[in-house]
């Protein structure tokens, strides 16, 4: 019933995510994979990220998307650089991608690179792409059931966002329900509620992703 | 950049798709293939349609999900028929999956056959199942810039639903870009405002299935 192609194509593109993290080592520049449905608002929190932790890091930022580039443009306006990558109608970014992205930036100034991946619970968790970390937004309107629905990208998260918690009360979201599959599914994994929009619980994720910038960087020497 | 191996599998997909199509055809039922991303209300708007149509037709369900079998539960406690389809990791069905479910339903009883795809924007978007529509829900907490960034689905669509329209005053939706997207790339599709939750425009939404069922009708003589 399955057509099994994705094994040679995986360890292409683990090769070539090796190297991206060879590179990104000997620059020590620290790689974060956010993850989402279309719509969670990935974008959002990236800026609000940045707001955050801009003056103790540099920061850059990769934008994947099917089409489009009105992501990168909304980071740019806050001075920060920014790379598109259109995957014209692959549903996830590829090691690939991320080392052309990577040749156009100016690692040896850098400290952080942010990848947005495209809008999809699914395909972007199997493929490594020389990341530190892979980190997921969840957000209230898409229900507290998803974990039971797509546990892949729960499993692979070390931390997990669970953002527009400003809107729980229009929602019935189970908070409880949801910490509960998510423990069983990862018990590792940390979450976080914020909501990009009133900027709560931004704090905290950002100190999450500092220390491992910080736990990186002890490890780079 | 891209490893092309979709070219085979699409072709094999195709063929089997053109055999699901043909026995539909003689059992005269109709196929709707239901997409649209995690969490945007895809089975509370199939309980809705069944609702409203269960008098005028007999209805089955063909879910597809990662894992889990939540969603197949829900429609049979409604006392219809339900296949449950787990894909393991795959982001989308593939009309080899649909014939394996078809085997199982009674054909010769049924005059509708809903098919939800699995949660994602993107890869349902080229796989033909034997469907004689493909439809897709957008949710309001998504956002009105997703046919920018997502413009295949949109394309591939007869109609779109714009779910969850009662949440319009929390988030900052504009319906008028969003159609002013829509109907540039497809100037055909019609947009469908509705809630699941409160019911509202699911009226209009299942005459306009119910029509494509008649002209269907009409075709199969």
Same mark, same amino acid.
């Given at each position: 019933m399955k057509i099994d192609v994705s094994k040679p194509i995986l360890e292409l593109n683990d090769n070539i995510a090796a190297d991206n993290r060879n590179l990104l080592d000997k620059h020590k520049v620290f790689v974060l994979d956010l993850m989402a449905s279309p719509g969670s608002g990935k974008t959002s929190l990236i800026l609000k990220t940045i707001e955050s932790l801009r003056e103790r890091y540099n920061i850059a930022v990769i934008e994947g998307d099917i089409a489009s580039d009105v992501d990168s443009q909304r980071i740019k306006e806050q001075g920060i650089p920014a790379v598109q990558i259109n $995957? =014209?109608?692959?549903?996830h970014l590829e090691s690939q991608m991320i080392k052309k992205a990577l040749s156009v930036l100016e690692l040896n100034k850098l400290d952080l690179i942010i990848i947005e991946n495209v809008?999809?619970? +699914?395909? !972007? $968790?199997?493929?490594?792409? =020389?990341?530190?970390d892979k980190v997921m937004i969840l957000s +209230? !309107?898409? =229900?507290?059931d998803k974990p039971l629905k797509y546990p892949g990208v729960f499993q692979a998260s070390s931390a997990i966002i669970l953002n527009k918690v400003d809107t729980m009360p229009v929602f019935n979201f189970n908070e409880r329900e949801f910490r509960g599959s998510v423990s069983q599914l990862n018990p590792e994994a940390v979450i976080f509620p914020v909501s990009?929009? $009133?900027?709560? =619980?931004i704090e905290l994720w950002s100190q999450w992703l500092s220390d491992r910038i910080e736990k990186a960087r002890q490890s780079w020497g």
């Open positions: $995957t =014209g109608g692959a549903c809008g999809n619970l +699914v395909c !972007p $968790t199997d493929f490594y792409l =020389g990341e530190n +209230v !309107p898409e =229900g507290h990009a929009k $009133t900027g709560s =619980g």
